[in-house]
């Protein structure tokens, strides 16, 4: 298996402009995670899937973020409109569900200029 | 207080040492997790536990649920073995990940 994959690796972007990070998760695993990593907050969960429904969003900062999940191998994260603070690695994870191991993607570098 | 605290923040070990990291926890958990994370950036997940002690090669993790406490042992440490060391814990039925702020761990050759 190829993992969760990632795309982009590395964005960078203008203040204002719209962002898609996109994460493929791996085949078979009904929990999709997306987190945020800072130097200044560390790892945190922005919202998380659960045969692709919305489980717990509470971790969005605002509504200038929205997630989908449209089917159980595909899901994107979307920025609109961008600002510097969002500049983080945003990582996707999944697994095969409550108690069971994260599989981690290599994660999106985000800056937001 | 962070409902999941690790000590010590940053270590500095000789190759061949044996390393502890520890992660306390204020909260009910369903699983203990202990990940890595690299310079490079990937995080790998090392350890899921709820009891006990499990081993993996070098590495060792134990868990006492009664104290909310869990330990990462490194036996012969090696310079590779240097990352962040991040410990998370599930909460109650949920599968939502409380993180601790991570260990950073570097072996000198």
């Known amino acids: 298996d190829a993992g969760v994959i990632q795309s982009p690796r590395h964005e960078v972007t203008e203040m204002g402009q719209e962002v898609t990070l996109r994460c493929k998760p791996i085949s078979g695993h009904n929990s999709l995670f997306w987190y945020r990593q800072t130097m200044m907050r560390g790892l945190e969960l922005l919202i998380y899937f659960n045969n692709n429904v919305p489980i717990d969003d509470s971790g969005m900062p605002e509504d200038r973020f929205s997630a989908k999940m449209p089917n159980a191998s595909f899901s994107t994260l979307k920025i609109q409109p961008s600002e510097p603070r969002d500049s983080a690695v945003y990582f996707c994870a999944s697994s095969e569900g409550r108690n069971s191991p994260l599989h981690f993607g290599n994660g999106t570098r985000l800056t937001v200029t | 207080k962070n409902e999941v605290e690790q000590s010590p923040q940053n270590l500095t070990a000789q190759e061949g040492e044996f390393i502890t990291i520890n992660c306390s926890y204020s909260v009910g958990i369903s699983a203990l997790h202990w990940l890595q994370q690299h310079p490079g950036g990937g995080i790998v997940s090392l350890f899921m536990?709820?009891?006990g002690k499990k081993k993996h090669g070098r590495l060792i993790a134990t868990i006492n649920i009664q104290e909310k406490h869990s330990s990462l042992h490194i036996t012969a440490s090696h310079p590779r073995d240097s990352a962040v060391y991040i410990c998370a814990v599930g909460k109650g039925g949920s599968e939502k990940l409380v993180f601790g702020k991570g260990t950073k761990l570097t072996v000198n050759p």
């Open positions: 536990l709820s009891s």
